[in-house]
């Protein structure tokens, strides 16, 4: 990412919170770009176009508390719990980075958040989409 970045560190929040907050910062049309970062306890968020009754087994959710969510992203399913930390890269239209696919906009990011890790004598790695430790 090229230029200042402003960060929103929204802590720990339940999952309606943080899906709103990732959308509210979107629709806002930030002037440069923000990143939002946050926690939440367990919940399976699945993209705006999937079909939960494809993507989620309710039976398994419900016997484990953890409630459905859908973004107003696309993508696909993802399991979170407080071990996760999320962050969603927003880009204004006129940005030179705006062009860039979703892997090119987030492997600066992964690729630096895995190198903080192993500087710390955390083993992790990041592929395209994801950092992974332990």
Excluded: N
């Amino acid at each position: 990412m090229t230029g200042p970045v402003r960060v929103v560190s929204a802590a720990f929040v339940e999952p309606a919170e943080a899906l709103a907050l990732d959308e509210a910062v979107v629709r806002a049309e930030p002037g440069s770009p923000v990143l939002v970062l946050w926690q939440t306890r367990a919940a399976v968020v699945i993209g705006r176009f999937q079909r939960a009754d494809w993507e989620v087994d309710p039976a398994a959710c419900a016997a484990r508390d953890v409630r459905v969510w859908r973004r107003f992203t696309g993508g696909g399913a993802v399991y979170l719990d407080p071990g996760t930390l999320c962050a969603g890269i927003v880009v204004p239209a006129g940005h030179p980075d705006a062009a860039l696919g979703v892997p090119d906009l987030d492997r600066p990011f992964l690729d630096g958040i895995a190198a903080a890790c192993r500087s710390l004598g955390v083993d992790a790695s990041s592929d395209e989409r994801t950092v992974r430790v332990g």
